[in-house]
């Protein structure tokens, strides 16, 4: 199994609180984050059954770590953003098997290898 240094993060809520997801994502270690714009698509029966208003409009925040400190930062991002709570949005990670141009990351990874 490929072992990976860096992963990326991508956490989707409610439009307004990409800014809570960049401030804890930094907060934790991370560098930064790209903040994309997007409608939800989401069914609307599950608004029935959950008994809570899916808002359409959302923030895809995008952010590049190594995987070393992706725990800590999706654990600082879930918290500041309260993604356990019913509808507020998801955070999940897909492991890079190449990366380039994260010059500043890259180099940070390098020096905790040594």
Avoid: H
């Avoid at 714009?37 to 208003?53: C, F, H, I, P, R």
């Avoid at 899916?54 to 725990?71: D, F, H, N, R």
């Avoid at 019913?86 to 990351?105: D, E, N, Q």
């Amino acid at each position: 199994m490929q072992e990976y240094k860096y992963d990326l993060i991508v956490t989707i809520v409610n439009k307004g609180y990409a800014d809570y997801v960049i401030q804890a994502s930094r907060e934790a270690g991370a560098t930064g984050g790209t903040i994309i714009n997007a409608l939800s698509s989401g069914d609307k029966n599950a608004e029935k059954w959950l008994g809570v208003t899916i808002q359409p409009e959302k923030e895809i925040v995008l952010t590049v770590v190594s995987s070393e400190t992706k725990a800590k930062i999706m654990q600082a991002i879930c918290e500041n953003t309260s993604l356990d709570t019913i509808g507020r949005g998801m955070c999940f990670a897909l492991p890079i098997s190449k990366l380039k141009g994260m010059t500043a990351l890259t180099k940070m990874t390098e020096k905790k290898n040594k």
